[in-house]
């Protein structure tokens, strides 16, 4: 059958990857440069999987800048577009979903669409009444950044936000473009599924928030912080996972979607989400105090990317520890090679490691990598594991 995918950032590439493999797809943006690469076979993305397929695998693939093109005879339609929290309205803009779903009705087109961007506890019935289809459900996607394309070939789960034919049609379509063998299934009202997708995430928040907050306790009271993790984490009920200590959560969901999870429990008793939201700002704080004490000129930001093997900088922890160093009245340079421009948020860029290193009085970085280590006097990170 015909699918087409709205957005092709991790989410929607990925998923027009795998369903790929057994469909035609046509994956639909805005962006030439990112259309024209996907139809040379280039991923626009940094994904080693996504890579693979697009150089590598028979694909039944094509990249379109029209909607009307992509969206014809199309049985399903995935929505995959970005949806940012706004701090003013406390609420996702999902103006660019909702673009998409004004497009597809206007066709007057038999299809079902099925939305993936990330969208508040209630969307999906607000939309079908705002107007008047039912044409539409919710399926959560559960994606590292970086290994997209993987984790939909290994699902830890499939869930899709309705209970019904094409509901199960849909969720057969992923599980046969998957690699892994035994998936668990979940069919559920939308408003569920919405809810499982916020909370999941920052179920994950609380994680990183939890690990860090101990990092913080470890570093002020002068303790070694790896071997209390290890010690804790030796506990099969703890376990390993996000555990590694870092300068905050960040990226594309768990900023934005703690955010609106708290927005969502407006009139309902809480006190933990809104701490784990107030916890990443006081650890981005504690680290940039922790690097004032070094009494530095001259900050060195050692990458802007969220995490090793990534090219993305989208709302990254270190950005948060720059803004507050900035107060400080300290010169902050950056060394970002995925960078072509001398200056990012008012800060000097370069891009010479040797002038960057010479240049900084600090250096700090989010992860460690081994170019570091032959100036490990000079820096300040808080990874203990040497991983994400």
Do not use: W
């Amino acid at each position: 059958m015909k699918i087409a995918v709205a957005g092709t950032g991790y989410v929607g590439l990925s998923i027009a990857c795998l369903l790929a493999q057994n469909n035609e797809v046509v994956a639909l943006d805005v962006i030439k440069e990112k259309v024209d690469m996907i139809n040379n076979g280039k991923s626009p993305i940094r994904d080693k999987e996504i890579e693979d397929f697009l150089e590598n695998k028979k694909l039944n693939l094509r990249a379109t800048l029209d909607y009307k093109d992509a969206f014809k005879d199309a049985k399903f339609i995935v929505i995959s577009t970005p949806t940012n929290y706004d701090d003013e309205t406390h609420y996702f803009d999902t103006s660019s979903v909702e673009d998409v779903i004004k497009k597809v009705i206007s066709m007057g087109i038999d299809t079902t669409m099925v939305v993936k961007s990330t969208i508040p506890v209630g969307f999906i019935e607000s939309i079908k009444a705002k107007y008047n289809i039912d044409n539409i459900m919710f399926s959560p996607e559960f994606l590292r950044e970086g290994r997209a394309l993987y984790d939909n070939l290994y699902p830890s789960r499939i869930i899709i936000g309705e209970k019904s034919e094409r509901a199960i049609e849909f969720a057969t379509l992923l599980k046969d473009g998957a690699l892994k063998e035994e998936i668990e299934i979940k069919y559920m009202n939308p408003t569920e599924a919405e809810a499982v997708k916020l909370f999941a995430n920052t179920y994950l928040a609380l994680r990183v928030a939890y690990f860090n907050e101990l990092d913080t306790y470890a570093e002020i009271k002068g303790l070694n912080a790896k071997d209390i993790i290890d010690g804790i984490c030796l506990d099969p009920r703890i376990g390993t996972f996000y555990n590694n200590p870092s300068f905050g959560y960040g990226g594309y969901c768990l900023p934005k979607d703690t955010k609106q999870l708290l927005a969502n429990f407006d009139n309902v008793p809480q006190n933990l989400i809104r701490a784990i939201v107030r916890s990443n700002a006081t650890r981005k704080k504690h680290i940039a105090e922790m690097i004032m004490k070094r009494e530095p000129e001259t900050v060195g930001i050692y990458r802007l990317t969220m995490k090793a093997e990534s090219d993305n900088f989208r709302f990254s922890a270190i950005q948060g520890v720059i803004e507050k160093l900035k107060e400080e009245d300290v010169e902050i340079l950056i060394y970002e090679p995925t960078l072509k421009e001398k200056e990012f948020n008012g800060c000097k860029v370069e891009n010479d490691f040797d002038k960057f290193a010479k240049k900084s009085d600090v250096i700090i970085a989010n992860r460690y990598e081994d170019k570091l280590f032959d100036v490990k006097d000079k820096l300040y990170t808080r990874d203990l594991y040497s991983r994400d």
